[in-house]
């Protein structure tokens, strides 16, 4: 009997570490861990977005070829993170320490905020368009909105 219970002790502590893991994690995130995760995914969503934006501004740039195909690609990304732009600041960040640089007016011009998100979708919408057409200067001529876009709302929005 001893025997047994010494063999079983190891395991069922083992089983014991794993549910009260299984309970932690059930748990709600405190509103610092909410806030934390919060930050993550907009700084995440803004990485993929310079990610597929930094083609284009290559081309921008002159460093690259004008490629129609990559930017029609490229533009339907940056639609698609630029329509979940509101939705990653939903939650406001403002009373917690975070390593943000997002700035506290993002939640006290809502609106303007959400209508630069908007210009920038209305953006790579025309730039899509243009990319389609296979136009070179019509290509140029919208990306440099597009990229105008962004920076109309770093400028107002985003700490240096
Ligand atoms: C509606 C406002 C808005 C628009 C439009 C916008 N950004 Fe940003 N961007 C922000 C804010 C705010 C931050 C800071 C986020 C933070 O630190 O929490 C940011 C941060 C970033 C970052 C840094 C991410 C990090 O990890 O710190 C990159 C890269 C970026 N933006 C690229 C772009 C590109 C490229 C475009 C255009 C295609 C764009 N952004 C358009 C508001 C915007």
Redesign the pocket.
Same mark, same amino acid.
């Given at each position: 009997m001893l025997k047994l219970i010494n063999v079983l002790a190891p395991a069922s502590a083992t089983l014991m570490a794993t549910l009260s893991v299984a309970v932690a994690q059930n748990a709600p995130p405190s509103p610092e861990k909410q806030a934390e995760k919060a930050?993550e995914i907009?700084?995440g969503l803004?990485?993929v977005?310079?990610f597929a934006?930094g083609p284009v501004g290559a081309m921008l740039k002159g460093a690259a070829p004008v490629d129609a195909a990559l930017v029609q690609k490229e533009a339907a990304r940056?639609q698609m993170t630029?329509s979940m732009?509101t939705e990653v600041f939903k939650l406001d960040t403002r009373k917690f320490q975070t390593r943000? #640089? %997002?700035?506290d007016k993002?939640w006290t011009d809502q609106q303007d905020?959400a209508q #630069? %998100?908007n210009?920038?979708h209305e953006a790579a919408v025309v730039l899509e368009a243009a990319a389609r057409k296979g136009d070179k200067s019509g290509i140029l001529d919208a990306a440099g909105k597009?990229?105008n876009?962004?920076k109309?709302?770093?400028d107002e929005?985003?700490e240096k």
């Open positions: 930050v907009r700084q803004f990485n977005q310079g934006f940056v630029s732009i943000t #640089k %997002a700035k993002i905020f #630069k %998100a210009d920038l597009v990229g876009a962004c109309a709302c770093h929005y985003r």
